[in-house]
């Protein structure tokens, strides 16, 4: 999984690079601000808190991945666990984790939980709307995020705050 992600981080930022229109900061794609509503900003500040401190010089580094505070962290996932997929396992495989579960992954640094958390931060950080423009579809029960057409966030909103309950990777790699 971390090679696939290297292979497509650096084709997509050659193809940005091969653009060549001037700055990052002067392109139609450059993400200049973010327009979060209101009622989900602690969707941002989740996708932030997870963003590396440093972006790694050649695509997705797993090695890089913040140090994050594991309470802090399941602050923002619900008590019900996360349900995950990523659209090139086999079938699709659907998986639903418990709390305790992402957390030990987390503290061990290890597994689809800890990786797609990580490369969730890591798409995030990448300041262009093909990556990481996010667009809020609210539903009954919480709400959901398009994250450009790389992930699909589901958030449960107990209390008014938004818990991600669901998270999806739809990028296709390799095919």
Same mark, same amino acid.
């Given at each position: 999984m971390h090679s696939r992600f290297r292979r497509i981080a650096v084709a997509l930022v050659l193809t940005i690079a091969?653009?060549?229109?001037?700055?990052?900061?002067? !392109?139609?794609?450059?993400? #200049? !601000?973010?327009d979060i509503p209101s009622e989900y900003k602690s969707v941002a500040e989740f996708l932030d808190y997870l963003k590396p401190a440093k972006q790694p010089r050649s695509g997705f580094d797993i090695s890089i991945a913040p140090q994050w505070d594991l309470d802090r962290l399941m602050s923002f996932i619900s008590d019900k666990g996360l349900t995950m !997929?990523?659209?090139?396992?086999?079938?699709?495989?659907?998986?639903?984790?418990?709390?305790?579960q992402?957390?030990?992954?987390?503290?061990?640094? #290890?597994?689809?939980?800890?990786q797609m958390l990580v490369h969730l931060g890591y798409i995030y950080a990448q300041p262009y709307k093909q990556y990481s423009e996010l667009r809020f579809e609210p539903r009954l029960t919480g709400v959901v995020?398009?994250?450009? !057409?790389?992930?699909?966030?589901?958030?449960?909103?107990?209390?008014?705050?938004?818990?991600?309950?669901?998270?999806?990777?739809?990028?296709?790699?390799?095919?």
């Amino acid at each position: 999984m971390h090679s696939r992600f290297r292979r497509i981080a650096v084709a997509l930022v050659l193809t940005i690079a091969a653009t060549g229109v001037g700055t990052a900061e002067e !392109s139609e794609h450059f993400v #200049k !601000s973010r327009d979060i509503p209101s009622e989900y900003k602690s969707v941002a500040e989740f996708l932030d808190y997870l963003k590396p401190a440093k972006q790694p010089r050649s695509g997705f580094d797993i090695s890089i991945a913040p140090q994050w505070d594991l309470d802090r962290l399941m602050s923002f996932i619900s008590d019900k666990g996360l349900t995950m !997929s990523d659209v090139n396992q086999a079938a699709a495989k659907v998986q639903q984790l418990s709390p305790k579960q992402i957390r030990s992954a987390v503290a061990a640094r #290890k597994g689809q939980p800890f990786q797609m958390l990580v490369h969730l931060g890591y798409i995030y950080a990448q300041p262009y709307k093909q990556y990481s423009e996010l667009r809020f579809e609210p539903r009954l029960t919480g709400v959901v995020v398009h994250m450009a !057409s790389w992930y699909r966030m589901t958030f449960d909103l107990p209390d008014g705050q938004p818990k991600l309950a669901r998270l999806d990777y739809l990028m296709r790699e390799g095919h």
